[in-house]
């Protein structure tokens, strides 16, 4: 189980260089074929928020919660897992895997590549006062062509009904609200603590200025407590 929790976006990286082999090997209709797609921009998307570059959880736990703790707090070897897994891979396979016969779930989890781009793209940036983060060059180059291709074959196929639309559009503001701004904090504090242990990010998972204050914010963050 470590070894998935420390791993698991490089395990991502091979089902995505195996899902694109299956994706010519198969050759589905387009619409399943643009959802496997994202699939794939996702397992890419989030080699380069934990591996290349790979400091997303620091500045995740540093930029958004201003953490006292970001090598651990909220968002951290665990939590990713979970979060990451439990949450983007199962909506994205599902989406994928159902195509046509569930169009809702496929409007869903393009909704939470949308919630991806905007968030890469300026949240991020606009809270850190950055021109880059990791998860922004996946964002703009995948994650958003196949956002407005899936709309062009969405309204050209007519293939989502009027509760398609509402049903994907309502579970896609839920998957990005609590599955993605909210959840690290309730995971942490639900499943981390119970568990009395502590899942550290590693070194190069923080951004680089952190690598170097962790021990003086850790020092500050127990004289204020004690």
């Given at each position: 189980m470590n070894f998935l929790r420390l791993h698991w976006f490089d395990v991502g990286f091979f089902l995505a260089i195996l899902t694109g082999a299956g994706l010519f090997w198969f050759n589905p209709s387009p619409l399943s074929w643009i959802l496997w797609a994202n699939l794939i921009a996702l397992f890419f998307h989030q080699l380069?928020?934990?591996?290349?570059?790979?400091?997303?959880?620091g500045m995740m736990n540093t930029v958004m919660f201003s953490s006292q703790q970001p090598d651990r707090y909220p968002l951290n070897a665990?939590?990713?897992?979970?979060?990451?897994?439990?949450?983007?891979?199962?909506?994205?396979?599902?989406?994928?895997?159902?195509?046509e016969r569930a169009i809702w779930l496929g409007i869903a989890a393009i909704?939470?590549?949308?919630?991806?781009?905007?968030?890469?793209?300026?949240?991020?940036?606009?809270?850190?006062?950055?021109f880059y983060n990791p998860g922004m060059v996946t964002a703009l180059l995948l994650f958003a062509p196949i956002t407005a291709y899936f709309g062009f074959i969405l309204l050209?196929?007519?293939?989502?009904?009027?509760?398609?639309?509402?049903?994907?559009?309502?579970?896609?503001?839920?998957?990005?609200?609590?599955?993605?701004?909210?959840?690290?904090?309730?995971?942490?504090?639900?499943?981390?603590k119970s568990l009395k242990k502590s899942y550290h990010i590693t070194a190069k998972q923080?951004?680089?200025?952190?690598?170097?204050?962790e021990p003086k914010r850790t020092n500050n963050h127990i004289g204020r407590t004690s």
């Open positions: 380069e928020e934990y591996r290349y570059p790979g400091y997303f959880p665990n939590t990713a897992l979970i979060i990451n897994l439990g949450v983007g891979w199962l909506a994205y396979f599902l989406a994928a895997v159902f195509g909704l939470v590549s949308v919630g991806n781009i905007f968030a890469h793209t300026f949240l991020f940036n606009l809270k850190g006062k950055t050209r196929g007519n293939f989502a009904t009027l509760a398609d639309w509402v049903g994907g559009i309502l579970l896609g503001v839920v998957l990005n609200f609590i599955g993605v701004v909210k959840s690290h904090k309730v995971v942490y504090l639900n499943l981390n923080k951004r680089k200025q952190d690598r170097y204050d």
